[in-house]
């Protein structure tokens, strides 16, 4: 999963600076910035769920 994770932050990244770089394309920064959002969102919840388990 945290190949996943890490797979997407630099997509992010990449569409941000293409988006930020190229003239009319700033919607590609937008959309870069959102799936960037959506990562580090799901990555919290993933690691939340993980460490609310009971010890034995």
Do not use: K
């Not at 190229?22 to 993933?46: E, K, N, P, Q």
Request: charged share 10%; glycine share 10%; proline share 2%.
């Amino acid at each position: 999963m945290l190949a996943l994770f890490l797979l997407l932050v630099l997509v992010a990244v990449i569409l941000g600076i293409i988006g930020a770089a190229a003239s009319g394309l700033g919607y590609l920064l937008a959309i870069g910035i959102v799936i960037f959002a959506a990562d580090l969102i799901f990555f919290g919840a993933r690691l939340s769920r993980h460490t609310r388990r009971p010890l034995r």
